[in-house]
Every structure is written in C-alpha cells, then in structure tokens.
C-alpha cells in the first residue's frame, strides 16, 4: 500500500462516528445455574450478574450475548443444558452450583469457566489449589472447612437440646457431602451429638422426613433441597425438630436457622473474573477466593411454633432475627 492510499484509509477513519470507532465485537457468555428459571433467587442472582458485568462494560445487546439455562434442580437437564452451552462455543462459561461445573468441565478443557456457589473445588478435583487453579477453571467458593461444624453447634444452643442429629442431603447434586459429613462428625464426637446421614432423592423422601422426630436435622448445601424447599420445610415443621439450613432464603420462608454466605455477593464478585478473562486474563491465574463474610439469621415465630428455646448468646449473634 502506498503513502497516498494510507493517507485515504486514515482519512476515511477520521470521518467514522466516535461509537462507530469504539464498536467491540460481541463476545459470548453461557451460564448454566442449578436453580430453575422462575425460583426468586434464580431471579435476584441473574439480577446481580447482568447489572454486575453491566458495570464493567459488559451489555446485553450492545457487546454480550448470553446464553441462560436453569436446571431446577434436575441433573439430567443440568447434563443436557451443559451439553448445549458447550455446542454453542462461548467464550466463557459461568456455572454456578457444584452439579453445573462438575457437568461443564466434565465437556470442555478449553473454555475458560468462572464458578460461583460452589463446594471445596480442590477436594472435588475442579482445581489444583486455591491460589493456583490451573487449567480452565477458576471461581468463588461458597463454604470453608468450619462452617460444618458451626452449623451442629446451633443445634446445641436449643433448649431442649438434641443428642441426635440427620444430616439432610441429596447425593446426586450435593457430590461433596462426604466432605461435610466427615467435619460434622468430628464436631458431633466433640459436642456430645450423634450425627447419621439422611440422604434424600425425590419428593417421597422428603416427605418421609417428617416422622424423624427424635433430633434435629442439619441441612446441607444442595440445590436439590433449594429447589423443593417448601415440601422441605412443611415436613420439618410437621415433625416439629430444630433445623439449621445452608441458606438464609430458607429462614425467611419459615426455616429455624441459618448460617450462610452470601450467593448474590458471589454472583457479583465472578463478574469481574468473566470481565477480566474476556479481556485477556487467563482462569488459570486467578485465584479461587472463599467467602468472606457470613450471616446468622433467626426466626423466633418458628421457634415458638416447635416449642423450642435458643439460648441468648446465640440470639445475640445473629445478624437478623424475624419475630
């Protein structure tokens, strides 16, 4: 090309539209949550996300498309919707829920994938190590190694107090309860409780968790429980034992306690990952963050309704109590 045709090109450039000049192509995320698209925290964590990545210039139909899929719960559909997001070739990949990313790694070692409420990465073989992930694979934890234990000693501050404790769970969406279980047990021997798994896996089974009135029940993360919460809830009420539960949404829905991280908070901290591998960052360098802060929360009607006493020390701890 000669000097009066570069000369023509430039001329031509300065002439465009500033938006025309500072146009991007549009790049393309795929999430793939556990939760189903019409649950209200499915609904606020998409909510946290959009406006999130809005903030780091990241807008729907201007320089991102996403793709959106909701497993309610289901891995059957979770392993169908991973399959379709892959097919689609994104350039990045958000899973949130442990089944999401087990399903999404298990089909791409190529696309970077950002996590969000997910369970001990390392232990569940996701990730090398927190500080150096490797691979594809990079996110925001939602438990830390202590909270089991936390969560059994609740059940020990209600009056009267339970010596036998079920440890609720589904195993095919909560893959990393043997990790849990093994720290509520160490807890249990310390704290004088008795503490037996209780898996559950379809609706009859959670029914049947009412007649289990002689403990109380410790329910762990798990997005099975999530999604079929108010049959969870009507069955632990009917046989009227203490309960301790993963996530504060079960306490404002009629739930005795919680002890929990804060999911949205989760969603808004790997938009800034997706923002900075889309923007050359690779997942294999950023480091896998566990949550930061906690919250307890307490609901005395609920207590008053299964006749039980929470001790004040716990009662003054509690980041919010519902009356």
């Known amino acids: 090309m000669n000097r009066r045709e570069v000369l023509a090109l430039l001329g031509v450039a300065?002439?465009?539209?500033?938006?025309?000049?500072?146009?991007q192509p549009t790049r393309r995320l795929g999430v793939l949550s556990v939760t189903a698209a019409d649950d209200a925290i499915g609904q606020?964590?998409?909510?946290v996300l959009v406006q999130a990545l809005a903030g780091h210039g990241w807008k729907e139909r201007d320089n991102l498309k996403t793709d959106w899929r909701n497993?309610?719960?289901?891995?059957?559909?979770?392993?169908?919707?991973a399959d379709e997001l892959v097919a689609l070739k994104p350039d990045i990949l958000l899973a949130v829920?442990?089944?999401?990313?087990?399903?999404l790694r298990r089909r791409t070692t190529t696309i970077p994938i950002v996590f969000a409420v997910v369970?001990?990465?390392?232990?569940?073989?996701?990730?090398?190590?927190?500080?150096?992930?490797?691979?594809?694979?990079?996110?925001?934890?939602?438990?830390?190694?202590?909270?089991?234990?936390?969560?059994?000693?609740?059940l020990t501050q209600v009056v009267?107090?339970?010596?036998?404790?079920?440890?609720?769970?589904?195993?095919?969406?909560?893959?990393?309860?043997?990790?849990?279980l093994g720290t509520i047990e160490d807890a249990g021997r310390a704290l004088d409780v008795t503490v037996e798994p209780a898996p559950i896996h379809d609706t009859v089974s959670i029914v049947a968790l009412a007649s289990r009135n002689d403990g109380g029940l410790l329910v762990l993360p798990d997005f099975f429980t999530l999604s079929n919460r108010a049959l969870l809830l009507a069955a632990i009420n009917e046989a009227r034992v203490p309960a301790v539960f993963w996530s504060r949404?079960?306490?404002?829905?009629?739930?005795?306690?919680?002890?929990?991280?804060?999911?949205?908070?989760?969603?808004?901290?790997?938009?800034?990952?997706?923002?900075?591998?889309?923007?050359?960052?690779?997942?294999?360098?950023?480091?896998?963050?566990n949550p930061t802060t906690f919250e307890l929360a307490i609901n005395l009607k609920t207590a008053r309704a299964i006749?039980?006493?929470?001790?004040?020390?716990?009662?003054?701890?509690?980041?919010?109590?519902?009356?």
């Not at 309610?72 to 919707?81: C, E, K, L, M, V």
């Not at 232990?123 to 691979?135: D, R």
């Not at 009267?160 to 849990?180: D, E, G, H, I, Q």
Request: aromatic content about 8%; glycine content about 10%; cysteine-free.
């Open 71 to 81: 497993g309610g719960g289901d891995r059957a559909r979770i392993a169908q919707f």
């Open 44 to 47: 606020t964590r998409s909510a």
């Open 119 to 154: 369970t001990d990465p390392v232990s569940q073989g996701f990730v090398q190590n927190l500080a150096h992930p490797g691979g594809n694979v990079t996110g925001f934890t939602d438990y830390d190694g202590p909270l089991a234990g936390k969560w059994l000693e609740m």
């Open 307 to 323: 006749g039980v006493t929470l001790s004040p020390s716990l009662l003054a701890t509690a980041n919010e109590v519902i009356e």
């Open 14 to 23: 300065a002439a465009l539209p500033a938006s025309v000049l500072a146009q």
């Open 249 to 289: 949404t079960f306490v404002d829905e009629g739930g005795l306690m919680s002890y929990s991280t804060d999911s949205a908070e989760q969603l808004r901290r790997a938009a800034s990952y997706i923002d900075r591998i889309l923007k050359g960052a690779r997942a294999a360098d950023l480091p896998v963050q």
């Open 97 to 103: 829920g442990t089944p999401s990313l087990e399903e």
């Open 160 to 180: 009267p107090r339970p010596s036998r404790v079920f440890v609720v769970y589904n195993p095919a969406t909560a893959p990393f309860a043997p990790l849990m």
